[in-house]
């Protein structure tokens, strides 16, 4: 006896048909699903089988039904909460899209998938998972229970090209003033930190500022995962590795910035600083290697003394010897964020140096409204 065809594509459908076709060892190909699906239905319709195959073939690729949000210029982040929701960020924050999944197996299912294509183990006995994707996406997922009241999957898209300072001075990013200073410290080789808040524009800012570096100068970059996409004719990109199950093959952002050092960088930059290798950036920039820089989270200019401090206290380092290198090194901070409509801007630019108490402070030079 077979069962009734529902009238839409269905998730018990659909795991009838993928179960029947992996125990045949079949393909996801017209005939095979048609055969999957007379199996237990019965009488199928050439069109319903053709719309199981789109949606299987979907599943298949890439990031499967996010893959449609991925595939557009303007997108920068995808997620997925645990409610099934869809998140997106094209440039004005993130916005919820109806959800492309059925039920909690569909994205678990997706977010297993992925983490397979990024060669990383991602189950109920590993149940996290942080890697890249062959076209540089960068995926994290975490698994229900550990996740609430589902399984979380974000992913963020790579930087297809750096943008220009002067289109970013075209769209409002950035003010004229604001421009001849970045101009300024990118051609006096000034160290300096990009810092703002997660998506307000940290790597798209400082790949800006390195394709404005002088071409014969050698840029060595170093990063947790890369992101960093300048237009420079000489880069050269380190990438941090996790370990792997076993707990081997861990190389760190510190290994990497210590290898860099040999390899003659007229530049170097750490894409991100959010641990000890701190320490090792600030003794670079302070024992001849000029013009470097690096990104920091921090929610403002004012922010960016204790965020130091509390990274070089993960390096072993108290917080006045962390003050005191920084205070030597870095020469500019250039602050990052959204402004009340959403948009990208370069709000602030800033220098370290000690206020009446004997503390490590920042003091504004330029601000957006100026």
């Known amino acids: 006896m077979t069962a009734s065809l529902p009238e839409t594509i269905t998730p018990d459908l659909l795991d009838h048909v993928r179960t029947r076709i992996a125990r045949q060892g079949l393909g ?32 298949s690729l890439d ?75 960068r995926l994290h997922a975490i698994l229900a229970p550990l996740a609430r009241p589902g399984t979380l999957i974000s992913l963020r898209k790579p930087s297809q090209r750096a943008p220009r300072l002067s289109e970013l001075e075209h769209s409002g990013a950035l003010s004229p003033t604001m421009s001849r200073a970045l101009r300024q410290i990118v051609a006096t080789r000034k160290a300096f930190l990009v810092t703002g808040a997660t998506g307000s524009g940290k790597t798209t800012m ?36 996790p370990a792997n ?72 380092m108290a917080r006045e010897t962390t003050w005191l290198q920084a205070e030597a090194a870095i020469d500019r901070i250039v602050h990052v964020g959204r402004d009340a409509s959403g948009q990208r801007r370069v709000l602030e630019l800033a220098r370290l140096e000690r206020n009446a108490m004997g503390e490590l402070a920042a003091t504004t030079i330029v601000r957006h409204e100026d």
């Open 245 to 316: 199950v076993e707990g081997a093959g861990l190389v760190t952002m510190r290994d990497l910035i210590r290898q860099s050092l040999r390899m003659r960088p007229d530049r170097l930059i750490v894409g991100e600083v959010r641990g000890a290798e701190v320490a090792d950036m600030l003794a670079a920039m302070n024992t001849g290697h000029e013009g470097g820089a690096a990104t920091l989270h921090a929610n403002s200019p004012r922010d960016v003394p204790a965020r130091l401090a509390a990274l070089g206290s993960a390096a072993g």
């Open 206 to 241: 400082l790949s800006a500022l390195l394709s404005i570096v002088d071409p014969r100068e050698r840029i060595v970059i170093v990063e947790d995962s890369a992101e960093l996409a300048p237009n420079h004719p000489h880069v050269v990109s380190l990438e941090g590795r």
């Open 28 to 59: 996801n190909g017209p005939e095979a699903v048609a055969a999957a699906m007379r199996s237990h239905y019965g009488l199928v319709s050439a069109g319903m089988v053709l719309k199981v195959v789109e949606k299987l073939h979907r599943e």
């Open 63 to 137: 990031a499967g039904p996010l893959q449609v949000f991925l595939d557009r210029d303007d997108v920068t982040d995808v997620l997925v909460n645990g409610d099934l929701s869809v998140w997106v960020d094209s440039g004005a924050g993130l916005c919820e899209h109806p959800s492309v999944f059925a039920n909690e197996a569909e994205v678990r299912r997706l977010a297993q998938r992925l983490a397979s294509i990024a060669g990383r183990r991602l189950d109920d006995a590993c149940g996290w998972v942080d890697g890249r994707l062959p076209d540089g996406t």
